[in-house]
């Protein structure tokens, strides 16, 4: 059995009820998902972790295992150490998936183009669709951080169907206006435009004041 597949069985079990300390202000659903890009999931538990009074929920798909294993210098119990909560993705039975199961948004970072397709189709396959469908149910706010390029009509046509029915996709499409002086600095600026959306707000980052000067010589 491949690596990231091994701890399935026991994560399952890991599901216990929550007690939930006074403190947390929102819950948030993290999901992983096997496009280039994991390290925005990363970057978004990091910062909502530093933030501070927000429970975590996370799911990784399978795929995305790969990725990870790819693109980034963290090892799986790294990766889920800045979680409050992970779930496995085949554990369909988590409270992540219920529509009782009260909380605040949820992120897939990165979304890929066969998660994109299950979520615009209502295909609840695995536990991050079936969040995700949940998500979109109750009217709660589901970000898709998709990834791919060029896109081909299906991928469009998925991407209008989620947003026909309230999601929100966000392609992590970086700016350049503020000058980023490396990835990093990409990939941070994207996600706090993320949590912005999530209704996060991040004091102290910059913000596009206007062109302080307009030149019509
Ligand atoms: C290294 C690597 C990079 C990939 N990049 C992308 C990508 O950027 N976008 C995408 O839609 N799929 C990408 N894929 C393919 C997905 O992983 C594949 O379609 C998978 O079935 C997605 O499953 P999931 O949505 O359950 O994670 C990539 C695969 C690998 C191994």
Redesign the pocket.
């Known amino acids: 059995m491949p690596w990231h597949q091994r701890g399935v069985v026991a994560l399952q079990t890991t599901v216990g009820s929550l007690h939930l300390p006074s403190t947390v202000k929102k819950r948030i659903i993290v999901a992983?998902?096997?496009?280039?890009?994991a390290v925005y999931g990363l970057r978004l538990l990091q910062m909502l972790r530093e933030m501070g009074g927000i429970q975590t929920y996370l799911i990784v798909?399978?795929?995305?295992w790969?990725?990870v294993q790819?693109?980034l210098n963290i090892s799986r119990n790294e990766l889920e150490a800045l979680a409050d909560m992970i779930y496995s993705?085949h554990h369909v039975g988590a409270p992540v998936a219920s529509g009782s199961f009260l909380c605040d948004g949820m992120v897939i970072a990165?979304?890929?183009?066969?998660?994109?397709a299950?979520v615009a189709h209502g295909l609840s396959d695995?536990l991050?669709?079936r969040a995700a469908d949940v998500t979109l149910k109750e009217r709660r706010r589901l970000i898709l951080m998709?990834?791919?390029?060029p896109l081909n009509l299906a991928?469009l046509r998925n991407m209008l169907s989620v947003t026909e029915m309230g999601g929100i996709i966000f392609p992590p499409v970086p700016g350049f206006y503020q000058r980023p002086q490396n990835i990093d600095d990409l990939v941070t600026h994207t996600v706090i435009r993320v949590l912005a959306v999530l209704g996060l707000p991040q004091a102290n980052v910059p913000r596009w004041t206007g062109l302080s000067t307009v030149d019509d010589t």
């Not at 798909?61 to 995305?64: L, R, T």
């Open positions: 992983i998902t096997g496009a280039s890009g798909s399978d795929p995305a790969l990725t790819e693109e993705v990165p979304c890929s183009m066969r998660t994109l299950a695995n991050i669709t998709v990834r791919e390029t991928h």
